[in-house]
């Protein structure tokens, strides 16, 4: 039986995150879980697409846009489950197990998030996004979403839009989104550069703006 899980991965010059976040899928390998893996690429200038084909994976290239790299990432993809993964998101060891298990249960599905770094401000910002993720089913990319073919195509994939593509999947999925017992751990780059409490802020208001109506086309510019 071939295996299961496409793994898909949107990126743009990622070159140094690719580096930390690809060695951990070595252990899907091994379980005879991962059946590809895609890279979706926006127009990468850096050696992005160098350690895409030395680590076997199917390479597609479009626009940079989020949401257009996932749609057309998953496209390509071949599995009867899709794991949608951010380039600098490191999947928790044990992931595979986590995994196999959750496709048992036939539901869409996340991890819980801490950052590469220590203190207090992304301790908050990523407890604030587990919470987020719990109560109000709406977890970010940089969570990972775990989901079969099936059900992606059932609610219509993501949509092309340049910024919140991930809050439009999470409110078509709603209830049936679970947690993954594993926490995964995401960059904290962008925050360094921004400052915690302006990003913070930036992103709140961003999605209360989305969830209002606002048109990602605009939340993009101004992001």
């Known amino acids: 039986m071939r295996a299961k899980l496409s793994v898909v991965m949107p990126t743009l010059n990622a070159a140094q995150e690719l580096a930390r976040s690809l060695p951990a899928l070595a252990e899907g390998l091994d379980a005879g879980l991962i059946r590809e893996l895609i890279i979706s690429d926006g127009g990468s200038t850096d050696a992005t697409l160098t350690i895409a084909d030395e680590a076997g994976a199917h390479v597609v290239s479009g626009p940079?846009?989020?949401?257009?790299?996932?749609?057309?990432?998953a496209d390509a993809a071949t599995g009867e489950w899709l794991l949608f993964l951010h380039a600098d998101t490191v999947l928790?060891?044990?992931?595979?197990?986590?995994?196999?298990?959750?496709?048992?249960?036939?539901?869409?599905?996340?991890?819980?998030?801490?950052?590469?770094?220590?203190?207090?401000?992304?301790?908050?910002?990523?407890?604030?996004?587990?919470?987020?993720?719990?109560?109000?089913?709406?977890?970010?990319?940089?969570?990972?979403?775990l989901i079969s073919r099936t059900e992606y195509?059932?609610?219509?994939?993501?949509?092309?839009?340049?910024?919140?593509?991930?809050?439009?999947?999470?409110?078509?999925?709603?209830?049936?989104?679970?947690?993954?017992?594993?926490?995964?751990?995401?960059?904290?780059?962008?925050?360094?550069?921004?400052?915690?409490?302006?990003?913070?802020?930036?992103?709140?208001?961003?999605l209360l703006r989305y969830l209002m109506g606002a048109d990602p086309e605009s939340l993009a510019r101004r992001y």
């Not at 940079?64 to 990432?73: F, H, K, Y």
């Not at 048992?104 to 604030?128: E, H, I, K, Q």
């Not at 999925?173 to 921004?194: C, F, K």
């Open 92 to 145: 928790p060891s044990g992931w595979a197990d986590m995994v196999k298990d959750q496709i048992s249960t036939g539901r869409p599905a996340y991890f819980r998030m801490r950052f590469d770094t220590a203190g207090l401000a992304p301790m908050l910002v990523a407890g604030w996004a587990n919470l987020r993720a719990r109560r109000f089913h709406l977890p970010y990319g940089d969570q990972g979403l």
């Open 153 to 206: 195509d059932a609610v219509g994939g993501f949509r092309d839009i340049p910024l919140m593509e991930d809050v439009a999947m999470s409110r078509a999925l709603g209830a049936r989104l679970e947690g993954l017992p594993g926490v995964v751990t995401t960059s904290a780059a962008r925050y360094a550069r921004d400052g915690w409490l302006r990003r913070g802020a930036r992103n709140l208001s961003l």
């Open 64 to 73: 940079a846009s989020r949401g257009g790299q996932l749609r057309r990432g």
